[in-house]
């Protein structure tokens, strides 16, 4: 696993408010994350930090394990946190060629860009002319010219109409499939459910969970195991009928319930097929769940 960045222990005080409580989490290379949260619970915020554009108060947080400085490693990040904001008065390929003077890449990238985002047969419409979704659309072929590492994307889809919605849905899931990791923010669980394969949820600021997005579809919670021998366990798991899905990643087995088990159960359960576990936590509560909690205390 290449690490992209890592946020340690970030807090963000503006006068009295904590925005940004004591935040931790790794962006992992080739997935795509959420920072999913109600309006004002930071998302914003943690977004401004990690690109250098807004002071953390206290903590740390490194792009690409550190290896080289934040400025340098921002050259590789491409990211959308305002509203697109271009020369209205001039076309779409020619605001692209002045991204690229800036940006120092070469024009030819800009075809290829506009391509992925849709755009290539109204390359010579003035940005003026275009809907929301287009200067969206036009904003993410903006930050994809240097062929970032990561994409960064605040509420991409706020203020579009259903299917300005769904395209920036689809592009931002084929620009990921083309390898490239992705971080948004959103207020909608909707949205990181459609896009994202891995959730940061906010609430005041503060980490309520962190994990895959699949969990949310487990409503009877999960396990999270290692063992003296996980094929052997992993066997055993998909035997037997109180488990649906089983996942390994990193090493963690993840076993979805599909009926309720304690821990204990779970733990004596592997017990007498002689396999001694390492690691074992139970997860309740689904992301929906919290979710709604969070969502109710509005
Ligand atoms: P989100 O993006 O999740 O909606 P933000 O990160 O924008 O949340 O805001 C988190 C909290 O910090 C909110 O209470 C907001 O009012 C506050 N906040 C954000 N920016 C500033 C600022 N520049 N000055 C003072 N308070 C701010
Ligand atoms: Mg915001």
Redesign the pocket.
Known sequence: METILNIKNIT?K??S?T??KNLSFTIEKGHVYGIL??????????L?IVLNV?NKTEGEFSWFNGSVSTHEALKKVGAIIERPNFYPYMTAVQNLKLVCKIKGVSFNKIDEKLEIVGLLDRKDSKFSAFSLGMKQRLAIASALLNDPEILIL??PTNGLDPKGIHQIREIIKQIAVNGTTILL?S?LLDEVEKVCSHVVV?RK?VKLYAGRVDAITSSHGFFEVQSNDDTEMIKLLENNPSFGDIKVQNNLVTAFLKEPMKSEDFNKLMFENNIILTHLVQRKESLEEQFLQLTDHQ
């Open positions: 963000k503006y006068g408010l925005a940004v949260g109600p309006n004002g619970s930071g998302k914003s915020t943690t401004g807004v605040d509420e923010a207020h906010l600021g």
